[in-house]
């Protein structure tokens, strides 16, 4: 049951009954509000009725958030990924998952989740004992215990997450939007993931936990389902005048991880799929917003490995896969990129995580074995309450240069976020100048790189 009113005092306000939260959906559900006033603050409370006997409620849960604009204001969201990894959970002597409440504070329009919100093979313990003596502890539940095979510890991951008193408030105020990536279900899977020598799983079947990863994902997730397809992940989100947010799936559609340097495409180099290929360049192209933003699960220029094939080959996990010209999955990409040159499509900023470590990219065809590109920047941020690594890799097919990047000293790895080294990204864009500001941010909220871009 759910109320809301443009009004603190929630006078007068609207009331809409939602569907039946029932143990088939995990006790979720949504609720989709319509004919919202633009730019407009709106509060609003939510209760559940038992059904039971008809007449008990629950405690009511209070929000707000402002909806989009219709006209052109400043716009400022928030980003980054990876979500109580490696262990890392929800520690009551540290504050909990402390950068949620730095994110708050900067009072966004949004924040963007670029995936790993969860991190459903990271059992989280009572205790981890760091390099330098000291322990690192964790509030525990059963599902958070092992790995998720089951649906309902899929579900049990993303409840654990709520039990931090900093992420309901960051939801209570922040809207949404999510996109997911590997620890969804597992580390690196693709369809090729060969779990039968792996004594942590009792479930061998890949194709099984990603769906039971994927339903858990979808019933958490505060995104309306495709009415195209009700397990459909990529979408565009318009955000008034001056901002489209392009969320693409780099999971979803994969084939196999595999060593990634073959010469044309083929059913094996499948990465985004030809579907959402030409969905995001239509919608690119049609695209009369400011500034379009890509949201992406991985980076496009850092070599991600995935250990090695049967053969003893190098497996990769991302797009990247070394030194050379456009193979295997970068063939997908070299086409949108070119694609996008040919329609000139401008004042486009990629944003990503994944790599646990904040970082600016620039791309350029002067620097590129591949050419046929305009110049782009890459944004990456992270993690969000979990291990941090790096620096990784760069390759050279897209021409990136690091700009800036702040990870842990050589030689460290898997840091705490007690550390200190966990990373967010803000975006402000201006409606006078139409120029947009990125921002880096460390756990304390401050700023540790700053670009701002001009339209072209």
Known sequence: MVEWATTESMQNPRRLTGPHALDLSGFTTRLQLTELPPDQQIFYRVRFLDLSDGKTLGEPVSGKFRTAPASRRSVRFVWGGDT??????????????????????????FFLHSGDTIYADNPVPAEIKLP?????????TAAKSKVAETLDEFRGAYLYNLIDKNVRAFNAEVPQLWQWDDHEVLNNWSPGTDLSSNARYSEKSIALLAARGTRAFLEHAPMAYSPVDAERVYRKISYGPLLDVFLIDMRSYRAANSENRQDAEAPETVFLGEAQIQWLVRELTASRASWKVIASDMPIGLVI???????????????????????????????????????????????????????????????????????????????????????????????????????????ASNLPPSAGLQFFGEVAIDPATEAITVQLRDLAGASLYSKTLTRS
């Open 84 to 109: 109580v990894g490696q262990g890392y959970g929800i520690n009551p002597d540290f504050g909990g998952m402390r950068i949620y409440e730095t994110m708050r504070r900067v009072q966004p329009d």
């Open 132 to 140: 330098d003596g000291s322990v690192w502890r964790n509030l525990t």
């Open 305 to 411: 490995g995935d250990g090695r094939d049967a053969t003893g080959r190098p497996r990769y996990e991302a797009v990247a896969n070394g030194p050379g010209p456009a193979l295997g999955r970068e063939l997908e990409i070299a086409r949108i990129l070119r694609s996008l040159k040919e329609q000139k499509v401008r004042n486009m900023v990629w944003l990503t995580a994944d790599v646990h470590y904040a970082a600016a990219h620039h791309y350029h065809p002067d620097r590129a074995k591949f050419k046929d590109f305009d110049p782009f920047w890459e944004f990456v941020a992270g993690p969000l309450n979990a291990g941090t690594f790096g620096p990784g890799q760069t390759d050279e097919t897209f021409g990136v240069e690091v700009a800036f990047y702040k990870a842990p000293q050589p030689g």
